[in-house]
C-alpha cells in the first residue's frame, strides 16, 4: 500500500485511541448533559444519542415557555416540556453511571492507550451533586405532574357537579 493511502488511516486510528478522561466526562454530563455534551465529548459528533439529548431539551425550553405564556396545544407542550426534563435528568443518571464506574473499565472502554485513569475527589464530589440535583428535579417533576393532574380531576368535578 502507497504511504499517501495510509496516511488517512493512521490518522483516523491516532483519533479513535486518544483516551477520554473521566473527570472530564462526569464534568460535562453535569454542567452540560442535557445538551449531549458528554455524548459529542466521547463519541463524537455522529453521535445520534447526543442529538437527541440536545433536540429534546430544545423541546423542553419551547414547552416550558409556550406552557407558561399559554399559547399552543398544552398536551404537546407538556409533551415537550416532559421530554427536556427527561433530557436534563438522565444527564444528571449518567454523571453518576460514568462516575461510579470503576477506573479499570474505563480504561478499557474509553482510555485504552493513555494513562491510567485515577477517580478522585472530584469525581466523587459530582456524582455527590448530581445525586442532590437529579433526586430534587424528579421530586419536583413528580410533584408538578401530579399537583397538574389533581387540579385537572377537581375541575372536571365542580363541572360535573354544576350539570
Known sequence: ?????????????????????????????FLLGSLGAHRFYLKGLGDKFGWVHLLCTVAG?????SLILGTGNTALNWFFAVAGGASLISAFLTAIVFGL????????QYNPHGTPTRS???????????????????????????????????EAAKALSQE
Do not use: C, H, Y
Open 120 to 154: 478522585g475527589w472530584p469525581v466523587v464530589i459530582l456524582i455527590i451533586f448530581s445525586l442532590m440535583i437529579g433526586t430534587g428535579l424528579l421530586m419536583a417533576g413528580l410533584a408538578i405532574s401530579f399537583q397538574t393532574f389533581f387540579e385537572s380531576q377537581v
Open 61 to 65: 425550553v419551547l414547552g416550558i415557555a
Open 101 to 108: 464506574r470503576p477506573d479499570d473499565k474505563w480504561d478499557a
Open 1 to 29: 500500500m502507497p504511504a499517501a493511502s495510509q496516511a488517512p488511516a493512521i490518522a483516523t486510528e491516532a483519533r479513535n485511541t486518544r483516551g477520554k478522561s473521566k473527570l472530564a466526562t462526569v464534568a460535562l454530563a
